[in-house]
């Protein structure tokens, strides 16, 4: 699947300091000053190098074991070490200057100053917290790691060491989102944790391990009210799933299934209100596809109704008109019980008036895209149905389907296998010329770009195709012959495109897995050579 699209700094700022006064409108002033008054004097603001660095991170040591015996000295009375806490602000403000010399970052790990600075995520004014947060949102941000990769390693290593993922999720159960300066921390957090996982993949199964962050992202995605952070943490919630089975098999035990179909079904008869909301809507059922991954999932899945759930927002026709196809498509792919339960609640109407190209038309199904997006999902769906349904009524039920009202649907399967293959062919032609530029393509490479080009729709709608001809059914078999002959195509050609698939059949999931799933083609390869 599709990973969730990096968020740029500028596309949601988080919430901004409204007392401070540096701050107006997303602008730092202080910056805009230095700059201003640098230009005046005909200098430049001055870049930070190594004795620079050693100048603020003393000044930030001296200004914390002030702050620190002030506390103990003073523990009951405020007043007493109010002043220290400004100055220990100030010096982390100071610190956020590195963000300008990544290559300074394995210098600033030397100097051991990041215990110190990572431990303050528990100081118990959540304030000195924040800054600590913000100070490594900027030192983590994208856009200063960028090309800086052994830098940005090493500092990411070293926080690790320090405990960071603990005391930053720590950290975000004593904040509170009524406060519009904590709500802008938990919003850095969130951030941080990305930036790492970016750095260092491991990061996302790391973080669910060592934290409670995942039971704390479960319950942000259930608040009804809509806001930047929900957004952000179904964003976060998203990427720890994808390309994860340890933190699919880890939410789905914590109830993350029925969680995420809970924050999903306020959308089943409306939709979202902004572009923000629907990006929201789309991490949601991203989250719900990763999590339909694992086997037990699935069966979670339908305990919790998600099959009624997902028939249900289909007949709405709202926005998550595709995504809840998706989610079908994962949910019903090798899980025969998914495929029952989908016949047995009536999905086969609302999934055929889909495959026959009657969509609910919006903005965002206009797209082009959207729609091939839409009817490649619904081949996928029809074909894991005929793969979980082998036998008795309800295989009776799906059948008749390609019957009713003069066979249109295999009309339209016939239609979908031209249009497909077409693709395929234009993509092998413009393949051919480009081995006449010299730019060679070994066979697994032409393979690859050709199932992007539909190849692998293609080899679905055979394998359709195959289950329908087996069926015996002399009405079927004879419009399909009708509609070859009629593309001056014959059953040798289905069947070629059903060899190829099956000589492709990969054994990730183990040789008896390959084994079974090269015996089912090999039936309908057999069926249409004769």
Same mark, same amino acid.
């Given at each position: 699947m599709e990973k969730p699209q990096k968020r740029k700094r500028?596309?949601?700022?988080?919430?901004l300091d409204a007392g401070d006064a540096t701050v107006e409108n997303g602008v730092d002033l202080s910056l805009l000053e230095a700059i201003e008054k640098s230009a005046q004097n005909g200098g430049t603001v001055a870049v930070l190098d190594l004795r620079g660095l050693k100048k603020l991170v003393l000044s930030f040591e001296r200004r914390l074991r002030d702050n620190l015996e002030a506390r103990v000295m003073h523990p009951d009375q405020p007043d007493r070490f109010a002043d220290s806490e400004v100055e220990l602000h100030e010096e982390l403000d100071r610190l956020k200057a590195l963000a300008g010399a990544p290559e300074l970052y394995a210098d600033f790990v030397a100097l051991n100053v990041v215990p110190s600075i990572v431990g303050l995520l528990g100081h118990e004014n959540s304030d000195i917290a924040s800054d600590v947060v913000n100070l490594l949102t900027d030192l983590t941000d994208a856009d200063v790691l960028e090309d800086n990769d052994e830098p940005a390693a090493a500092l990411i290593d070293s926080l690790l060491t320090n405990n960071v993922l603990e005391l930053l999720v720590q950290n975000i159960g004593r904040l509170s989102e009524a406060d519009p300066d904590e709500a802008a921390a938990i919003y850095n957090t969130l951030a941080i944790i990305e930036n790492m996982i970016e750095v260092k993949p491991a990061v996302a199964e790391m973080v669910c391990e060592r934290t409670k962050l995942l039971r704390w992202l479960l !319950? #942000?995605?259930?608040? #009804? *009210?809509?806001?930047? @952070?929900?957004?952000y943490a179904s964003e976060i919630l998203a990427i720890l799933l994808q390309n994860s089975p340890a933190n699919q098999k880890r939410l789905g035990q914590m109830n !993350?299934?029925? $969680?995420?179909?809970? $924050?999903? $079904?306020? &959308?089943?008869?409306?939709?979202p209100k902004s572009s923000d909301e629907? *990006?929201?809507?789309? @991490?949601?059922?991203?989250?719900?596809?990763c999590l339909l991954m694992p086997v037990e999932n699935k069966e979670r899945f339908m305990k919790s109704e998600g099959v009624e759930l997902m028939i249900i927002i289909m007949k709405q026709k709202k926005s998550a008109y595709g995504s809840a196809i998706r989610a079908l498509d994962f949910a019903m792919t090798k899980y025969p019980p998914a495929c029952e339960r989908f016949v047995d609640v009536l999905g086969l109407k609302t999934a055929f008036a889909a495959f026959m190209g009657k969509i609910p038309m919006s903005k965002? @199904?206009?797209?082009? #895209? &959207?729609? *091939?997006?839409?009817?490649e999902r619904i081949i996928s769906l029809i074909a894991s149905l005929f793969g979980g349904i082998v036998r008795g009524s309800r295989r009776d039920r799906l059948l008749s389907k390609f019957v009713e009202n003069e066979c249109e649907k295999i009309d339209r399967l016939m239609e979908l296998y031209m249009r497909y293959s077409d693709r395929v062919k234009v993509e092998? *032609?413009?393949?051919?010329?480009?081995?006449l530029d010299d730019l060679e393509m070994d066979e697994e490479e032409r393979y690859n770009r050709r199932l992007? $080009? !539909?190849l692998y729709t293609l080899q679905l709608i055979a394998v359709i195709l195959g289950h329908l001809w087996s069926s015996e059914h002399p009405q079927m078999q004879s419009r399909i012959e009708l509609l070859l002959r009629q593309q001056r195509l014959s059953k040798k050609d289905v069947k070629d495109i059903l060899v190829e698939y099956h000589d492709n059949i990969g054994d990730l999931e183990g040789p008896e897995e390959k084994d079974r799933a090269q015996a089912k083609v090999q039936k309908f390869i057999t069926a249409f050579g004769t």
């Open positions: 500028d596309d949601t700022p988080p919430p !319950g #942000r995605i259930k608040v #009804r *009210e809509f806001d930047g @952070n929900k957004q !993350g299934v029925d $969680a995420v179909l809970q $924050a999903v $079904a306020m &959308y089943k008869s409306k939709d629907e *990006e929201m809507l789309e @991490n949601l059922f991203d989250c719900l596809c965002k @199904n206009k797209k082009e #895209r &959207y729609q *091939e997006e839409l009817e092998s *032609e413009r393949m051919d010329e480009l081995e992007e $080009a !539909g």
